[in-house]
């Protein structure tokens, strides 16, 4: 059974930092595409990060690019997002989610955590 499970949340001031981790245990990590996907209050889900099972490639919407970077660790089967420059309207709930694919995180999502809520204000 896939189980994800997201940390790292918290309160952080505009232009801070924050590390989030998502734990996925019980699959063969590296076989799958692995995303990050938040929602905001009052909005829907935004498609934010993904990274393929090898870890080659790496996508980002474009209001994250050059301040949000992904990874993973396939030893330790988990996935990170780091989250600089936090902007209020990152303000979010963020989910890991499992892509069906290996090679590409653009066929959708089959498996999600639970969420990990990540709020920037002063």
């Known amino acids: 059974e896939v189980q994800l499970v997201e940390s790292g949340g918290g309160l952080v001031q505009p232009g801070g930092s924050l590390r989030l981790s998502c734990a996925a245990p019980g699959f063969t990590f590296s076989t799958y595409a692995m995303n990050w996907v938040r929602q905001a209050p009052g909005k829907g889900l935004e498609w934010v990060s993904g990274i393929t099972g090898g870890g080659l490639f790496r996508g980002y919407t474009d209001s994250v690019k050059g301040r949000f970077t992904i990874s993973r660790d396939i030893a330790k089967n988990s996935l990170f997002l780091q989250m600089n420059s936090l902007k209020s309207e990152d303000t979010a709930v963020y989910y890991c989610?499992?892509?069906?694919?290996?090679?590409?995180?653009?066929?959708?999502?089959?498996?999600w955590g639970k969420g990990t809520l990540v709020t920037v204000a002063s």
């Open positions: 989610a499992k892509s069906p694919y290996g090679n590409s995180w653009q066929h959708g999502m089959d498996s």
